[in-house]
């Protein structure tokens, strides 16, 4: 019997001497603050917990190392000290998706345990072991030195006082629980006589699946069915635009990828089933992948999916291109690649399934539905795709949304929930499907690796003539959304700016590799990266001022973008440069860079939201307030970026309501019918919806108290249906309902370290100048790790390593000092004038370094990631390309 203190308690634990602390915290003890984030690979910091005077990753700690030690959680920190740091989070918004923050706490307990006073540099060197992919750091680093100050001063924390409307810094929506690690994620639910399933993945990226002999894992002790291909009872190809995704590969059928799943296991345990699935025996006609993009669109390929490699091209032209190019008096030409690489998003997918009784003739028939508790990014496109692959009707599958560990596009296509579905459909009981960080890190799509060739240029003014761009991206085994990342590609080629002849051919190419699909930014960051090098390259051709150059050519209301599309109002590009020129030009060594997205509403896809608004009574409703609340049931997805709390805004400014009396929910059962929750578009049509549900409410909240409308529903809708396909031959082309804008200046210092970045956004309109900050803090931590240190290099299909530690995620030692600027230059069509904040954050961002790089050593970048200088190369004298008072050269 090993005895330990747990949280002031003893306690006694008599199993396995080597099991992992967080495993019996978590398991055996109900202790769910600590987060299973990348176990066994201690790479992550969710787990740490307090071991009598150190913090440790209880992931890698063995239960033996305990024995007579006192182990702390954030269950009993005490009730003081949970509220402090609670509030110093949620006050300076160091918390988003929260999945990480509890680990982070108990760092930060055991700091201020030994240092009262920390510095900056403390605490950020304490977090060395942590990784936070939401924040960017900054807003961490600041609570915990709010929270070590009022500790060592005997005081609260206070949350600020506001009304909350649109415009305020309203905390974000239940967010004290994610700080402390209350809230259930996935993983962290427990129902009674659930099964746990675990997958079987294809040993090989290509390979004729001969046989399959499950004899020895059906024979394990513990293990309750293993399910294959045959056995799923609907149609098992899935996908969200094309369905070329079969849920487990058959027998006599190929693999496509390394993530390709050929049988569920599920046991009475986690630990039996992967024993088991380690049991299948698996005969292999081993293939030769096709890896590399360029080859697979070659005739004599073979083909990867019926009907060839490519999986679609994207083409969009204007203008006569050959006269452009030969009156130009400076060109530049290039070629320019960028990086597969991992969301690391620090939740591992997970879902939870369990049959529901049906109120129809099936349930006499001994039939039922299924519920589902996903982390997916958008509910009823998992609904879709369960019901495809279980053969049931829609209205049989509920979907649940459990607001997830992060997501940055990862979650959107359908994971584990699909093998957790149709187990428990088929058991008819409850069944958990997780995967762990190496599982993760195999099977979800990633950030599509682009091949860009550009040309683009200009007149004898600066003024820019033509952009011409081949651009090739690795989509990997299957379709995903890769077909629109490189639509958007294409659509976003000529940037922020204006450019009167263009001609892009945008290409989406089946492989062998891991899928690659949504990620923050979604085809965009990629191309930036190379026009932005391009922009540079012509300013130092034509002596031009960098700065000056891109103020010129960008894009103004009347002008037009790559697709021809007309900028009617609300461009705000000139508005970000002018936030950043004095500091651009007082600077060294400085990269610039322009930015510009869409929100994630248009290419001729109809796009809405509906919100229903339901008045309920409030039976604890605090003295004074009225013994009423308010529902909002909508169908988005919270995922850190603060959808929830968006949406608590917009109803405040157009009723009155306190936030307090507002509560938001998310479930297929409303019929809130929406897409992916993806780059800001959420907030644009969910805000709308608001405004729309709200002009029946205002009127009857005008005669009457909210009490008195107890019963009551208010819904609302907002349709985006009038944009334009690319290419479409319209008379007016409307391919994207909204753009955002930005411009990023990255200063390095005297030996090429990264010094600030300065991040000007136009948002449209600051919903809430915390969570504003927050996203951009870290899409910058995001953009700067994909420039200098991201990489997921793969090897005959295979990644190198499914180590999270060596994906290149920045800690918070190595982010530079950031000031965001907010520029609010309204949208005609975004609620209060909003435009998306969520993607263009990182857009411009490698682009800046790459610049910065040159201005540094000479050196162009063509291909990322770009390593800093380990120490300061020799280089020959420059002016800095502009940031001088003539700008020559």
């Not at 294959?228 to 190929?254: C, F, N």
């Not at 001994?366 to 589902?372: N, P, S, T």
């Not at 969910?686 to 409308?709: Q, T, V």
């Not at 107890?710 to 690319?726: H, I, L, N, S």
């Amino acid at each position: 019997m090993i005895r330990f203190t747990l949280n002031g308690r003893t306690v006694g634990y008599d199993g396995d001497p080597d099991r992992a602390l967080m495993n019996v915290l978590r398991e055996d003890m109900g202790i769910i603050s600590p987060k299973d984030g990348c176990a066994p690979q201690a790479a992550c910091g969710c787990c740490v917990v307090g071991v009598d005077d150190k913090a440790l990753l209880s992931c890698v700690t063995k239960m033996s190392k305990v024995a007579g030690k006192s182990v702390t959680t954030t269950e009993g920190l005490g009730e003081y000290r949970q509220n402090v740091f609670a509030n110093a989070f949620v006050k300076e918004g160091g918390v988003q998706c929260g999945f990480c923050i509890p680990g982070i706490v108990m760092q930060a307990d055991n700091l201020i345990k030994h240092n009262p006073e920390p510095t900056r540099a403390d605490i950020e060197k304490c977090l060395t072991p942590h990784l936070c992919r939401c924040t960017g750091y900054k807003k961490i680093v600041t609570a915990i030195q709010n929270a070590a100050e009022a500790i060592r001063n005997e005081e609260e924390i206070e949350m600020p006082e506001v009304a909350g409307g649109i415009g305020t810094r309203l905390p974000k929506y239940q967010a004290q629980a994610l700080v402390l690690g209350q809230h259930r994620y996935v993983d962290d639910i427990r129902i009674d006589g659930m099964k746990i399933g675990a997958l079987k993945f294809s040993d090989h990226p290509r390979a004729v699946i001969k046989s399959m002999d499950l004899s020895a894992a059906e024979a394990h002790p513990g293990v309750l069915r293993i399910f294959s291909a045959e056995d799923v009872p609907g149609d098992r190809h899935i996908g969200l635009i094309k369905q070329d995704w079969p849920l487990m590969i058959a027998v006599g059928e190929t693999t496509r990828y390394v993530g390709d799943v050929l049988a569920i296991v599920v046991a009475e345990t986690d630990a039996i089933a992967r024993e088991a699935v380690g049991m299948i025996d698996v005969d292999y006609e081993v293939l030769e992948p096709i890896t590399d993009m360029h080859a697979a669109m070659l005739e004599d390929s073979p083909s990867i999916h019926e009907g060839g490699n490519v999986l679609s091209q994207s083409v969009t032209n204007r203008g006569d291109l050959e006269k452009s190019m030969a009156e130009s008096v400076y060109t530049t030409q290039g070629v320019y690649e960028t990086q597969m690489i991992e969301h690391g998003f620090m939740e591992p997918e997970a879902c939870v399934a369990y049959p529901t009784p049906l109120d129809s003739p099936e349930a006499s028939r001994g039939r039922w539905g299924v519920e589902v508790l996903s982390q997916g990014q958008g509910v009823f496109e998992d609904r879709v795709q369960i019901a495809k692959l279980l053969g049931i009707p829609q209205a049989d599958v509920h979907v649940v949304l459990v607001p997830n560990g992060g997501a940055f596009g990862g979650k959107e296509d359908l994971s584990v929930q699909g093998h957790a579905a149709l187990a428990a459909y088929l058991m008819g009981v409850p069944v958990k499907v997780r995967l762990t960080r190496d599982e993760s890190i195999v099977m979800h799509p990633k950030r599509h690796p682009i091949w860009m060739e550009y040309s683009i240029g200009c007149d004898e003014a600066g003024m820019l003539t033509f952009c011409k761009g081949r651009f090739v991206g690795d989509t990997g085994a299957y379709a995903s959304v890769g077909m629109k990342v490189l639509e958007r590609s294409a659509g976003h080629a000529t940037g922020a700016y204006n450019f009167p002849v263009t001609d892009i051919v945008s290409t989406a190419v089946y492989t062998n590799n891991l899928p690659c699909g949504a990620m923050r930014g979604f085809g965009v960051n990629q191309t930036a990266f190379a026009l932005e090098s391009c922009i540079d390259d012509l300013c130092e051709q034509g002596g031009f001022d960098r700065w000056q150059f891109r103020y010129q050519n960008a894009l103004d209301d009347g002008d037009m973008t790559a697709t021809g599309q007309v900028i009617e109002a609300g461009a705000g590009a000139k508005a970000t440069l002018e936030a950043v020129k004095e500091e651009f030009q007082n600077a060294k060594f400085a990269g610039i860079a322009c930015g510009i997205k869409n929100t994630g509403i248009g290419n001729g896809m109809p796009d809405s939201s509906k919100v229903t608004l339901s008045v309920l009574p409030n039976p604890d409703a605090k003295e004074g307030e009225e013994k009423a609340k308010v529902i909002i049931d909508h169908g988005w997805t919270e995922m850190g970026q603060g959808v929830h709390t968006m949406a608590v805004q917009a109803l405040v400014t157009e009723t009155g309501i306190p936030p307090s009396m507002i509560e938001v929910r998310v479930e297929t059962s409303s019929e809130m019918v929406t897409g992916m929750t993806t780059a800001s578009r959420a907030t644009s049509l969910i805000g709308n919806a608001i405004i729309d549900a709200c002009k029946r409410f205002k009127r009857d909240l005008e005669y009457h108290k909210l009490e008195e409308l107890v019963g009551r529903q208010y819904a609302g809708e907002f349709t985006v249906d009038w944009t334009t396909k690319p290419g479409a031959m319209v008379e007016k082309i409307y391919t994207h309902y909204s753009y955002s804008y930005a411009t990023q200046l990255v200063v390095l210092d005297e030996d090429g370290q990264l010094e600030k970045i300065v991040a000007a956004h136009d948002a449209g309109k600051i919903f809430n100048p915390t969570l504003f900050e927050g996203q951009l803090e870290g899409s910058i931590h995001m953009g700067l790790g994909y420039a200098i240190s991201e990489d997921l290099p793969l090897e005959g299909g295979r990644p190198k390593s499914t180590m999270l530690r060596k994906c290149g995620i920045l800690r918070a030692k190595d982010m530079p000092e950031m000031e965001v600027i907010g520029v609010e230059v309204p949208d005609p069509y975004g609620p209060y004038g909003a435009k998306g904040v969520g993607e263009i954050g990182l857009v411009p961002t490698a682009g800046a370094v790459a610049n910065a790089l040159y201005q540094f050593d000479g050196l162009r970048r063509h291909k990322l990631p770009m390593r800093l200088p380990r120490k300061r190369p020799a280089r020959r004298s420059r002016s800095n390309g502009g940031n001088g008072a003539n700008g020559k050269q």
